[in-house]
């Protein structure tokens, strides 16, 4: 299995992290993308991920599996270790629903904020911007932070009393938010708290 992606970026951040808690990161073959130079919207990589995002895998029949969610899904079932995803109904359930909170609320809402109302990556690959739109996305992000402190009042992970895809979306969105300089409110403590607990974890160390 080959996976394209940009180390330190948020969403390839989500793969480096399911595959190390599964103990798999040297059973796969990094591939770097030069996404400062544009390699994820050219034709060539298009017609692979027509996504033309980080990042995407290639298994070994050639076919490629885009969006972190899908990806996390077939690491989840190919590769032995804890589970990440629920294995009854309502944990998976569960999982999903938060996961997809994380994920737009925080992942997409800071990208948001970061492409439209900052520098972002620079004029070339910032062909487009709406400021407007950016600074509602940081309203979200920091919503969405009050909201997850609060499931964090009760719950030990954010899908219930196990770690899950949804705590590594949850973490690598507020690396992003650390980076686009969206920080955690200090009275969200149970947030602050928990990626504290986060960050102990080797998957989640670099």
Same mark, same amino acid.
């Given at each position: 299995?080959?996976?394209?992606? @940009?180390?330190?970026?948020?969403?390839?951040?989500?793969?480096?992290?399911?595959?190390?808690?599964? !103990?798999?990161?040297?059973?796969?073959?990094?591939?770097?993308?030069?996404? $400062?130079?544009?390699?994820?919207?050219?034709?060539?990589?298009?017609?692979?991920?027509?996504?033309?995002?980080?990042?995407? @895998?290639?298994?070994?029949?050639?076919?490629?599996?885009?969006?972190?969610?899908? @990806?996390?899904?077939? @690491?989840? !079932?190919?590769?032995?270790?804890?589970?990440?995803?629920?294995?009854?109904?309502?944990?998976?359930?569960?999982?999903? $629903?938060?996961?997809?909170?994380?994920?737009?609320?925080?992942?997409?809402?800071? *990208?948001?904020?970061?492409?439209?109302?900052?520098?972002?990556? *620079?004029?070339?690959?910032?062909?487009?911007?709406?400021?407007?739109? *950016?600074?509602?996305?940081?309203?979200?992000?920091?919503?969405?932070?009050?909201?997850?402190?609060?499931?964090?009042?009760?719950?030990?992970?954010?899908?219930?009393?196990?770690?899950?895809?949804?705590?590594?979306?949850?973490?690598? !969105?507020?690396?992003?938010?650390?980076?686009?300089?969206v920080d955690i409110p200090e009275d969200l403590t149970?947030?602050?708290?928990?990626?504290?607990? $986060?960050?102990?974890?080797?998957?989640?160390?670099?």
């Open positions: 299995m080959k996976v394209f992606d @940009i180390e330190g970026f948020p969403n390839p951040a989500r793969v480096r992290i399911a595959l190390a808690e599964k !103990g798999a990161t040297d059973q796969v073959e990094f591939m770097p993308v030069d996404v $400062m130079a544009g390699e994820h919207r050219t034709d060539a990589y298009k017609q692979r991920n027509p996504d033309a995002t980080v990042p995407y @895998i290639e298994l070994n029949d050639g076919s490629c599996i885009s969006q972190c969610t899908a @990806i996390t899904e077939y @690491i989840n !079932g190919t590769f032995e270790g804890p589970d990440l995803i629920g294995t009854t109904p309502i944990e998976r359930a569960k999982v999903h $629903m938060m996961n997809l909170r994380a994920e737009a609320g925080l992942v997409d809402a800071v *990208g948001a904020y970061f492409h439209h109302a900052t520098p972002g990556l *620079g004029p070339d690959l910032e062909t487009y911007q709406n400021t407007d739109w *950016g600074t509602k996305k940081k309203e979200v992000a920091l919503d969405t932070m009050r909201y997850l402190d609060g499931v964090l009042t009760t719950d030990q992970y954010l899908a219930g009393d196990k770690f899950s895809m949804a705590d590594i979306t949850a973490f690598a !969105g507020l690396a992003f938010a650390d980076f686009a300089k149970h947030l602050i708290a928990w990626r504290q607990k $986060m960050a102990t974890r080797p998957s989640c160390a670099n």
